[in-house]
């Protein structure tokens, strides 16, 4: 339909998660008729250099352009505490509460057998050897509250039961704002279960 | 949030329609965390070669990497009608129907007062210079049904007038397969009033 070059753009951008056919021809399109020359070619390079300059950092694997991180550099955070959580972007949502002052580890993943996603594929031996030096008194686990997420919070908890540290699992239960009419029965149980004392 | 390299590159993809912030964020991520450096490179290149290969066909305006583009160049299309739109996908989605045999020419936007865009910003002159050849019988204005998309149709509608070649409007109605029930006001009055004798 359209000519090669138009159609390998358009695949270019259809590649990306969360973009179908028709948002990626949007996209190409608005490149080739609305950018100008200069835009694209700084688009093009911005790519370029971002991935050349971001890597993972070498303590809590997270996505940075110094390693150490900024967060795991900082002599202001709580290191007796590590969150572990899948993705990067799980960071910047913790961090965005203005709650946490601990230090983070960044899976970059699951366990997912149906993928073919096992232990040795995400960064559990980062995690385990940051844990060796028996500064950390707590690990809690913020994977999301999936099937994949959860088994993998399972299997690293077994993993460091014997090694004497805490380990805790972010709440879940209804969202704030919610309405309870509309919570799952799955999370419904988790809110019953998890209920605390009002004082 | 994130480091000012990751921060640019969100930035870049959040400037595109339909892609919010969480959705550019996801791409960014997506390019770090996902894609080797020879991918990121490739979609590098591929955003600068057709920026740099795609221009306007000198006939018809759409993007094209050969101008005239293979739809003008080809003598199997009938070159007596001409079908005009508002952006070079309206041409893709009309090519697949594979029920139009003419040629089209692209507007590049629509009229619209309160966005500033005025009949000289689209490329009506260059509608006008191709009917002045006196080949062209009709001009089916299939600019999109609202209010801009219309009040160019009607436009160009009354500049051919004089000229005597036949100028029609794309039908509006209920489409095919949805529910009458769930048709807004205007496309049933639109069906109504475009409605054709059965056979």
Redesign the interface.
């Known amino acids: 339909?359209?000519?090669?070059?138009?159609e390998?753009?358009i695949e270019?951008f259809a590649q990306?998660?969360?973009?179908g056919r028709k948002?990626a021809?949007?996209?190409?399109?608005?490149?080739?008729?609305m950018?100008s020359?200069g835009e694209?070619?700084?688009?093009?390079?911005?790519?370029?250099?971002?991935?050349?300059?971001?890597a993972f950092c070498e303590v809590c694997q997270n996505?940075?352009?110094?390693s150490p991180?900024?967060i795991c550099a900082s002599s202001k955070r709580d290191s007796s505490v590590i969150c572990v959580v899948e993705?990067?972007?799980d960071v910047?949502a913790i961090?965005?509460t203005g709650q946490y002052n601990g230090l983070y580890h960044v899976l970059?993943g699951a366990i997912s057998p149906i993928d073919d996603i096992s232990p040795e594929d995400i960064k559990i031996k980062e995690l385990l050897l940051r844990l060796s030096s028996g500064e950390v008194s707590e690990v809690i686990m913020a994977t999301n509250p999936t099937v994949n997420g959860t088994a993998t919070a399972v299997y690293i908890q077994k993993l460091l039961k014997p090694m004497g540290i805490k380990v805790t699992r972010i709440a879940h239960g209804i969202p704030i704002g919610s309405d309870l009419e509309y919570a799952d029965e799955m999370t419904l149980s988790k809110a019953l279960e998890g209920r605390t004392e009002m004082n």
């Open positions: 339909m359209y000519s090669p070059t138009i390998a753009l270019q990306f998660p969360g973009i948002s021809e949007r996209i190409a399109f608005y490149i080739l008729d950018m020359e694209t070619e700084q688009l093009a390079s911005v790519i370029t250099l971002a991935k050349k300059s971001i996505l940075t352009d110094t991180c900024p993705q990067p972007k910047s961090e965005k970059h």
